[in-house]
């Protein structure tokens, strides 16, 4: 069974950057999707970026042109480089998995597996 465990969260100013990685144990398939989401105090949870084992990326509207999200060749490591933060970006962000497919997806219920998340705070 896959487990996901998040760092890299912490506090940036307005304008700043920051780097998520996600660290994935258990893995035995070759064919995987791994996202990120995040989601803030009140808020719903939302779509940041996935990327398969294909290297093919997606993005959420709200970080096209300022994250980027990469892997290792065996869905080991996922990272999130996150550049010219806004407050906006402030919240838990969670790293996720489905093995067995390589169609991404924006949606958290096609993600089977969830890391414990990490928090980025951006301040104005």
């Known amino acids: 069974q896959v487990q996901l465990v998040e760092s890299g969260g912490g506090t940036v100013q307005a304008g700043g950057s920051l780097r998520l990685s996600c660290a994935a144990s258990g893995r035995r398939d070759s064919i995987w999707i791994m996202g990120w989401f995040r989601q803030a105090p009140g808020k719903e949870c939302e779509f940041v970026a996935c990327i398969s084992s294909r290297r093919i990326t997606l993005y959420g509207d709200s970080v096209q042109g300022r994250f980027t999200i990469s892997s290792d060749n065996v869905g080991n490591t996922v990272e999130l480089q996150m550049n010219s933060l806004k407050p906006e970006d402030t919240a838990d962000y969670y790293c996720?998995?489905?093995?067995?497919?390589?169609?991404?997806?924006?949606?958290?219920?096609?993600?089977?597996?969830w890391g414990r998340g990490t928090q980025v705070t951006n301040s104005s």
């Open positions: 996720a998995t489905r093995s067995g497919t390589t169609v991404l997806s924006a949606r958290p219920e096609n993600y089977r597996t």
